[in-house]
């Protein structure tokens, strides 16, 4: 009878590594993303100080097990059987959720899928057994479940988030007020205070608080620390302060950067210490279970699992092998980069690409919240509104760095940010509260980038929208994790081992599936011939730097443009649908380039202001080509979506015609700009009224079809739609041509372009 429990210990064991990987893909983003978006040490630095902090936080866990064990449920009134199977829906339900999020590229919390999906699989089992006991009604559920520490966890989560992004946003305030942006000009002392009490506050709560539930720490040293928390506060602060004193006077070193550092690996134990419960909590307690039930003769169905409601401590080797695991995430996940990508757009300092549309609620929270302001403003003295803005003068950057090279925010933010999170965090570990640390980190990471202004009226709407993404996507774990726990919790409860089998089964193939869909996402995004922003001051500089995005709209224009006609042809609605994608990527990053417009004239210099007109013509001229090939695609995914006519052969016939002309003009425009042979452009425009002329020629042989045979008024409209955009399509990219064959100036060489497929 034991098989089927060794079997799910087997499975269980699989799946712990398996959320190790997939839970710190995700939790990556909290301790990661203030060095990361400082850019205050090197890439590598930062991963060599976070695998240690992981490592050492996993040590310190072992008190933090107790909540899978029965901090959620009353582990009492649960058979042997019942528990094993609440373990496992739990798992299950864990991992795929996870990756769920991951793949999508957002940042969730471990924390509060595994709380609810114990949640909804004890509630699920609960249930069938009140229904089976003719005694018990649905208001006896209370027995099952422990909702006092239920109720706490939850209101816990939920008031963490309000609580961190407020103090945050005061801590960040504060600092800026004291060092403003520039803070290296500040008198030393004012840096040795600052990193006194941060130091202070992140080894304490970290080191000591966060740590003291570790299996290493004597009980006369947590007594010693317990008995005397402000002494030893007071004389932290002390010394952290002379010693940063010393190391900014005399050797000379950049305080905040050890701060960052110190913090990001006080961040990363306080997470393993914290979250590593939500990953390997519920496989450890499911063996426990086993142990207590495998040396009785009784029934798994009539053994209870009081044992689970004994403290035990959790085996260090365990702990370390998690660890190591965790670390090894880290260094090879690139999921867990795509997360923190998403937690350092939302906060940097400057404007760029906005990932988040805004909404209806973002808008009303930004214009409420900007009327607030004006009226808070005008009850302070000029005096001091004066001060508040001269400490938030930015300083002037300069223009030989590219925007992609510069941080997304300073060395105090990311100070602050790593400051604040670390305490919060190690304060919920002490109570043994399992906080959620995506919380934490996301909105003390927003709650400071709001006190820093980066907020400003040009971003403030995408950003806020970017939030309540995320956390409307907190929400839906909760929701998800809960109902699909129960779910999960059901089909085991009645389809027992048959059931566990295709449940694994259907787990793998889908983590398989997302992991090669996000590979290949990730080397098509890699390999794809991106737009390029131009930096250059002059002209004959644009027409070089901008030859390689002409080539590469004009190649994936073609594609796009074949792709409408053969998919019209076939009726291949699937064909249509991906060129829908296609074209929309493509508008977007011409959308992206006129974004840059601000920032490309800011750099140009005095004399040479005329090449910001050229560069302007030609974004528009590619904004125009855009737009005509959005418009055929559309027209055509909407006209095979309906399930309309589809067109006759001799209108199929004469768009492949075009199709054919068209494709040669491309290729040959692709060809000249990729090899910068500007003067092989006029021969392209030679060949433009002969195109021209052949348009107007199908134009007219359909208006004949119309008057004497055509019976279709849709295929009509879709042919004559699709033609007189092929003009505009057309006249956009001649005028492209010409912009360039007139600009380009023979007697400046043209440096080489370097070609994708030769680097590759």
Not at 17 to 46: E, M
Not at 309 to 316: A, C
Not at 407 to 428: Q, T
Request: net charge neutral.
């Amino acid at each position: 009878m034991g098989d089927i429990y060794i079997y799910m210990l087997v499975a269980l064991a699989f799946l712990a590594v398996a959320d190790l990987v997939v839970g710190v893909s995700n939790d990556a983003v909290n301790f990661l993303n203030s060095a990361i978006g400082s850019k205050a040490v090197s890439f590598k630095t930062i991963m060599i100080v976070a695998s240690l902090g992981v490592t050492f936080g996993a040590l310190s866990s072992s008190g933090m097990m107790e909540v899978a064990r029965k901090g959620i449920f009353n582990p009492g009134e649960f058979m042997f059987d019942e528990i094993m199977i609440i373990f496992m829906a739990v798992m299950v339900t864990d991992i795929l959720l996870l990756d769920f999020f991951n793949t999508l590229g957002l940042p969730t919390s471990t924390t509060v899928s595994i709380v609810f999906e114990l949640l909804g699989a004890s509630v699920c089992i609960a249930i069938i057994k009140i229904s089976a006991d003719n005694s018990q009604n649905l208001l006896h559920i209370g027995n099952y479940i422990n909702n006092e520490k239920a109720i706490e966890i939850i209101f816990g989560i939920l008031l963490s988030v309000v609580v961190a992004f407020s103090i945050g946003a005061i801590i960040q305030f504060a600092s800026r007020l004291l060092l403003s942006f520039n803070f290296n000009d500040k008198p030393k002392f004012y840096g040795a205070i600052f990193s006194g009490f941060a130091v202070t506050s992140i080894m304490y709560f970290i080191l000591i608080k966060g740590i003291k539930n570790a299996t290493f720490m004597s009980d006369s040293t947590n007594g010693l620390i317990s008995a005397n928390p402000l002494t030893i506060l007071a004389i932290s602060f002390v010394i952290f302060t002379i010693i940063s004193f010393i190391l900014v006077s005399f050797f000379k070193l950049n305080i905040y950067k050890i701060i960052i550092v110190v913090g990001t690996f006080a961040l990363a134990v306080a997470f393993a210490g914290n979250d590593l419960v939500n990953f390997i909590g519920v496989p450890i307690a499911a063996f426990n279970s086993y142990e207590a039930w495998s040396v009785t003769n009784i029934l798994p169905q009539h053994f209870p699992m009081v044992a689970l409601g004994q403290p035990v401590q959790t085996e260090p080797y365990l702990l370390l092998i998690a660890g190591l695991i965790m670390v090894l995430t880290l260094w090879f996940s690139s999921k867990a980069r795509a997360v923190v990508k998403t937690s350092v757009d939302l906060s940097r300092q400057d404007e760029g690409k906005e990932r988040f549309e805004p909404n209806y609620l973002s808008r009303s929270i930004v214009r409420t919240t900007i009327v607030a302001s004006e009226g808070l403003n005008n009850l302070l003295p000029n005096s001091f509104k004066q001060y508040i803005d001269k400490q938030f003068e930015k300083p002037k950057i300069s223009k030989a760095i590219k925007s992609e090279d510069l941080p997304a925010f300073d060395l105090v933010r990311a100070a602050v940010n790593l400051m604040v999170a670390s305490v919060l965090i190690s304060l919920a570990t002490s109570m043994k509260l399992p906080l959620s640390t995506t919380y934490v980190t996301f909105m003390v990471a927003m709650g400071t980038s709001l006190a820093d202004r980066a907020w400003g009226k040009e971003s403030a709407v995408y950003r806020v929208a970017g939030v309540l993404n995320v956390i409307g996507g907190w929400f839906f774990t909760a929701l998800s994790a809960f109902v699909a726990a129960a779910i999960m919790a059901l089909i085991l409860y009645y389809g027992r081992g048959y059931a566990l089998t295709a449940l694994l089964t259907f787990a793998i193939v889908l983590l398989i599936r997302n992991y090669l869909s996000h590979r290949k996402k990730a080397k098509e995004q890699k390999e794809e011939d991106s737009l390029e922003k131009a930096e250059s001051s002059s002209t004959q500089g644009v027409i070089v730097e901008s030859a390689n995005n002409i080539a590469n709209v004009v190649k994936r224009g073609n594609k796009i443009y074949s792709s409408a006609i053969n998919g019209l042809a076939t009726h291949n609605l699937k064909l249509l649908k991906k060129n829908k994608n296609n074209i929309e990527k493509l508008s977007n990053e011409i959308e992206e380039l006129r974004d840059n417009i601000f920032y490309f004239i800011k750099n140009l210099e005095e004399p040479s202001v005329t090449a910001s007109n050229f560069y302007i013509n030609i974004l528009s001229h590619l904004q125009d080509i855009a737009q005509s090939l959005e418009y055929i695609s559309n027209v055509s995914f909407k006209h095979v979506n309906n399930n309309h006519k589809k067109l006759k052969f001799t209108q199929i016939k004469e768009l492949k015609e075009i199709d054919s002309i068209l494709e040669t003009l491309f290729n040959d425009t692709k060809k000249a700009f990729n090899s910068s042979s500007f003067e092989e452009i006029g021969s392209v425009l030679n060949r433009k009224y002969n195109i021209f002329n052949l348009l107007t020629e199908k134009i007219q042989k359909q208006v004949e079809r119309t008057r004497t045979e055509e019976s279709s008024p849709k295929n009509t409209t879709l042919y004559f739609g699709i033609l007189l955009e092929t003009k505009d399509l057309l006249t956009a990219t001649m005028n492209l041509l010409e912009e360039y064959h007139n600009a380009h100036d023979a007697s400046v060489e043209p440096a080489k372009i370097a070609h994708r497929e030769e680097e590759e």
